[in-house]
């Protein structure tokens, strides 16, 4: 039996090439999938829009245009525009396919793309459809868009195949400065968001300007359905407010040769109190600031006094523009975009059947910040 080991150990090693040969051979025969292809002959989506339009026999019909890639012989790739339509939004499918001699293959897209008109006729059935579908990308970043869908996916832009690569990187990139927080409007997040006691969902608003196509606000919702869409100012302030471990600028100025600017990174948290059936809420920002333009505050800086002099301007200044936002919030908007009554039903308790938009819109909301100026300015001194 040893010599039987032996003989049969010495014939692999002389043949150990040819059979790691066979072996490959033979898992290629058994695992060969005739419907796999190449790059060049599938649509692989970069971007989907979802609109709908209301004809004559008032029967709804979904617009889903889907900008996909293609690659080129040549090496480089473009994008095409393939839209369907349909009285569902599975049908759109159907209709899209009959116009494509390639294979569908989702969950290469970054953007999901809904138009106003969706946006304020509620988005629920796209949300669970795109949550529940295994094959769609769960990172991809959602957002609302002013006009047609189709014109901003077929919007070129330089140095992009399609622009939904560069609405990618610019939602990718927007928490630099805009106190964006880091992980927000993909899928997953989205369909939480509605789903959970006390928070409504907020989406950046994207539009096509004369400049290109730019973040210009933030659309706010009540349920699934857009109630309002505020201005980039407000959306700062929002964010500010609603969001945690945000970074951006911060600035004051009296004319162009009197004003200061400051790097910010902001920490928020809040706390709920309960105070004769009546609630209220104090939002803290622990806020830590580097100076890194300041024209007007050169002398200031280079004694604590006088630097503490510079903080309380810009303490002032993020206090005016929060309370004018929650003021706003709470007797115009009357919604709760500042996630409060997830905070108030954490603590005393979910599923009581309270309306916490009226809830807030009534509570009491103060602030507190704490500013710490960490490093001046380069070159200031």
Not at 19 to 38: A, G, M, T
Not at 172 to 189: L, R
Request: hydrophobic share 30%; net charge positive.
């Amino acid at each position: 039996m040893k010599k039987l080991m032996q003989k049969l150990m010495k014939i692999l090693e002389k043949n150990r090439i040819n059979i790691i040969i066979l072996i490959i051979i033979i898992l290629n025969i058994y695992y060969y999938d005739p419907n796999i292809k190449y790059a060049e002959e599938l649509d692989i989506p970069a971007g989907i829009g979802y609109d709908f339009q209301t004809k004559i026999d008032d029967i709804r019909y979904y617009r889903i245009p889907i900008s996909t890639y293609i690659f080129n012989p040549n090496g480089t790739t473009t994008s095409t525009i393939h839209e369907g339509k349909g009285e569902t939004l599975l049908k759109t499918r159907q209709y899209r396919q009959r116009k494509s001699n390639r294979k569908f293959l989702l969950g290469n897209e970054k953007v999901y793309l809904i138009s106003e008109k969706s946006a304020y006729d509620g988005i629920n059935e796209i949300t669970n459809l795109l949550f529940f579908n295994p094959l769609s990308n769960s990172r991809a970043f959602t957002l609302v868009c002013g006009g047609d869908p189709r014109d901003i996916l077929s919007y070129k832009v330089q140095g992009y195949p399609n622009s939904a690569d560069y609405i990618y990187g610019l939602m990718q990139n927007s928490p630099q400065y805009n106190f964006f927080p880091t992980k927000a409007y993909t899928t997953n997040i989205n369909y939480y968001q509605l789903k959970t006691e006390g928070k409504n969902l907020v989406l950046p608003y994207i539009e096509k300007t004369k400049n290109g196509i730019e973040i210009t606000g933030m659309a706010l919702f009540k349920g699934d359905k857009m109630e309002k869409k505020i201005d980039v100012n407000e959306m700062q302030s929002l964010n500010r407010l609603r969001e945690d471990k945000t970074k951006g600028i911060i600035s004051i100025e009296k004319d162009y040769k009197n004003f200061a600017e400051m790097d910010c990174y902001i920490k928020r948290k809040v706390e709920c109190y309960k105070e004769k059936g009546k609630y209220r809420f104090v939002i803290k920002l622990d806020i830590k600031g580097d100076m890194i333009n300041c024209k007007s505050c050169r002398d200031e800086l280079c004694n604590q006094e006088e630097k503490d002099g510079v903080v309380k301007k810009f303490e002032q200044k993020i206090y005016k523009e929060s309370y004018k936002f929650i003021n706003k919030m709470q007797n115009e908007y009357k919604i709760d975009a500042l996630g409060l009554g997830n905070v108030a039903a954490a603590k005393y308790g979910r599923n009581t059947g309270v309306d916490w938009d009226k809830i807030v819109s009534d509570s009491e909301i103060e602030l507190d910040i704490n500013m710490r100026l960490i490093r001046g300015g380069r070159g200031t001194f």
